[in-house]
């Protein structure tokens, strides 16, 4: 069935930088996107941005823009998020989620998520 | 940037109410790319309707969608402890795809 399982929990240092994984299971990983979506603590959900598994074409979130790095593995059906420059401000629950290529034509929306990576930044 | 204001922020209700919540779109959004979410902690977001207004699979039909534009409306009928969440609107018409600041459903 389809499954989206991300890597564990990270515990880094200011201004480090982290990778978060999510890989797919289930289905073909080229036919949907992977958007990444982060929680604050306390706070909404957050979209950072999402990349095209086949092209590896990336469009990420303004606020992210400098900090952010999304790749694919294609052949292992794994997608990464890195997060670089982290502040205290960075401690969230990363996720990750799909989205079909060319819903445009039909209805878009994330069915399938991760479990949620939880990353803390600390000194 | 679309921007997605939800109200209110927080709803009390009692069990077998009726919850409302509302997502006001900046710029008119189509109604196939506005989907919405339930989040409970510790848990990732959970789809509850997509084209505003289809319920997700196994979703409850307690839970339902309306709205078009700039305005897009999830009711929830008989509240049950469980519906007990915050609740996120989130458009795909264009990036950034961005969510609501999401209502949180007490009961």
């Known amino acids: 069935q389809v499954q989206l399982v991300q890597s564990g929990a990270e515990v880094k240092k200011p201004g480090a930088s982290v990778r978060v994984s999510c890989k797919a299971y289930g289905y073909t990983f080229n036919d949907y996107y992977i958007h990444w979506v982060r929680q604050v603590p306390g706070q909404g959900l957050e979209w950072m941005g999402r990349?095209?598994?086949?092209?590896?074409?990336?469009d990420y979130a303004q606020s992210f823009l400098d900090r952010v790095t999304m790749t694919r593995d294609t052949s292992i059906a794994t997608a990464y998020m890195e997060l670089s420059g982290l502040r205290s401000d960075d401690t969230a629950v990363y996720y990750c989620?799909?989205?079909?290529?060319?819903?445009?034509?039909?209805?878009?929306?994330?069915?399938?998520w991760g479990q949620g990576t939880p990353v803390t930044v600390s000194s | 940037e679309n921007m997605l204001t939800q109200s209110p922020g927080t709803l009390s209700l009692f069990p077998g109410q009726r919850a409302t919540l509302s997502c006001r779109a900046r710029?008119?959004?189509?109604?196939?790319?506005l989907a919405w979410y339930q989040k409970k902690p510790g848990q990732p977001p959970r789809l509850l309707m997509h084209?505003?207004?289809n319920r997700a699979t196994g979703v409850p039909d307690r839970f339902s969608g309306s709205g078009s534009g700039t305005l897009f409306t999830l009711t929830i009928s008989g509240l049950e402890p469980e519906d007990i969440a915050v609740y996120y609107c989130?458009?795909?018409?264009?990036?950034?795809?961005?969510f609501g600041q999401g209502t949180k459903l007490e009961i």
């Open positions: 710029q008119s959004v189509s109604s196939k790319y």
């Open positions: 084209d505003a207004s």
């Open positions: 989130q458009q795909f018409d264009k990036s950034p795809f961005a």
């Open positions: 989620a799909r989205l079909l290529i060319g819903c445009s034509t039909s209805s878009c929306y994330h069915d399938f």
């Open positions: 990349i095209t598994p086949n092209s590896a074409d990336t």
